[in-house]
């Protein structure tokens, strides 16, 4: 590609964003995705089992509508290019409609490159094709993963060896809109997630190829010290989130069983802080008591979802410490409050004036599911090791 057109392409990246904004997202999406637990062993009876889990932990009913399958769905071509699911998914229309028959939506995942990062079949070269089948099967959903698209990345670098950057992220950008025009062009709406792990400032152009949210970030594991430096790292990307557009830090872990209880809760308190999609990744058939009332927690799933739509900041850190703010709609604020500390609970002060309550606030806590008064000046409160105390003030 002619490196002079970049400015050209971006104008009408930008321009058609504005038009090609949907409304998909405006909050967060929810739902699962099979990675985590399940990764390539994932099935038809997994998802349908999922699904069922759904409804009858009232998941569903809380907002977690998606069912995604991720990478490992892919069978063979056929001899006109018509993509087929793997011996694991045997039906992937009778699938999709047992999902839709329980109120839920489906998702899928492809790649622009050849190959997705499992070695599945990538929708390289087969784009409309591809987005046609997804439609027809009755998809809601796609994350797009970058994955193999790294070669052609790289054949464009050696043909461009005065701004090599520059122009595999004019390819990645073109393919990453390829198939936001391919979706958009089948008239179903469907869900565009993209997955190219934060690279190229994709909040700034994630929007402008039709995408609802985009990661920010490299893999997610279920360790409190991945979790933490992933969320912890989000708090500048806050400008770049609003209805209809969210950074994506990854998929959910509670439950997966590598983070202890508290843990998880700074997890879903750091997810909600930041407006973050709200995708289980754990095997529903045998959620905790704990975790589902983690997954399930009314209050925070509110932060998440809150309207106004407004990512939250961390307002400092000190050390192991810290201090996260998200306004919320009603003037109201959601403060997290975080240590990092492995082996000690910490007492961590937040000045109400500092953060917009110089006359007080009503202090929800909300993990504790308590109204804690009206309190004004510095408020102190004790977080446990690895934990967090998220609050809501009100005036
Ligand atoms: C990448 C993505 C993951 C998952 C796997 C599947 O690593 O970032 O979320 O989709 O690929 O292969």
């Not at 054949?155 to 809109?177: F, N, Q, S």
Request: charged share 20%; glycine share 10%; net charge negative.
């Amino acid at each position: 590609m002619n490196l002079r057109v970049v400015p050209a392409l971006f104008a009408l990246v930008l321009s058609h964003g504005i038009v090609a904004q949907n409304m998909l997202a405006p909050t967060p999406p929810m739902g699962w995705n099979s990675w985590n637990h399940f990764a390539g062993k994932v099935t038809d009876a997994d998802v349908r089992a999922t699904a069922d889990q759904m409804v009858s932990t009232g998941m569903r009913d809380a907002g977690y509508v998606y069912v995604n399958i991720d990478d490992t769905w892919q069978g063979k071509r056929d001899a006109s290019g018509v993509i087929y699911a793997n011996a694991k998914f045997p039906d992937m229309k009778a699938l999709s409609a047992y999902v839709h028959s329980k109120g839920l939506k489906l998702g899928l995942y492809s790649s622009p490159g050849e190959q997705t990062c499992a070695g599945y079949a990538g929708s390289f070269g087969h784009e409309a094709q591809d987005a046609q089948t997804y439609a027809a099967w009755g998809v809601d959903f796609l994350k797009y993963d970058l994955c193999s698209f790294g070669k052609q990345m790289d054949t464009e670098r050696k043909a461009h060896p005065d701004a090599p950057e520059a122009a595999a992220k004019i390819l990645m950008v073109a393919a990453y809109k390829k198939m936001g025009d391919a979706l958009r062009a089948t008239g179903r709406p469907i869900l565009y997630s993209l997955c190219q792990y934060g690279f190229d400032d994709v909040w700034q152009w994630g929007p402008g190829v039709g995408a609802s949210i985009w990661r920010t970030t490299g893999d997610i594991d279920d360790t409190y010290q991945r979790m933490d430096i992933i969320g912890q790292s989000q708090s500048d990307l806050a400008p770049f989130a609003g209805p209809g557009h969210w950074n994506d830090p990854d998929m959910l872990e509670v439950g997966n069983g590598g983070m202890k209880t508290p843990e998880y809760q700074a997890h879903m308190s750091l997810w909600a802080l930041l407006a973050a999609p709200l995708l289980a990744g754990n095997d529903l058939t045998k959620m905790t008591d704990a975790d589902r009332s983690i997954l399930l927690n009314r209050e925070v799933i509110a932060i998440d979802q809150d309207p106004l739509g407004k990512q939250g900041k961390r307002m400092y850190q000190y050390g192991e410490i810290n201090v996260w703010t998200r306004p919320l709609s009603g003037n109201r604020l959601a403060v997290g409050m975080f240590t990092s500390d492995c082996c000690s609970s910490r007492n961590i002060s937040v000045d109400f004036a500092k953060v917009g309550f110089p006359d007080g606030a009503n202090v929800r806590d909300v993990w504790a599911g308590r109204d804690l008064g009206r309190h004004s000046g510095i408020f102190t409160g004790t977080v446990g090791q690895r934990g967090v105390t998220l609050l809501v003030l009100s005036r």
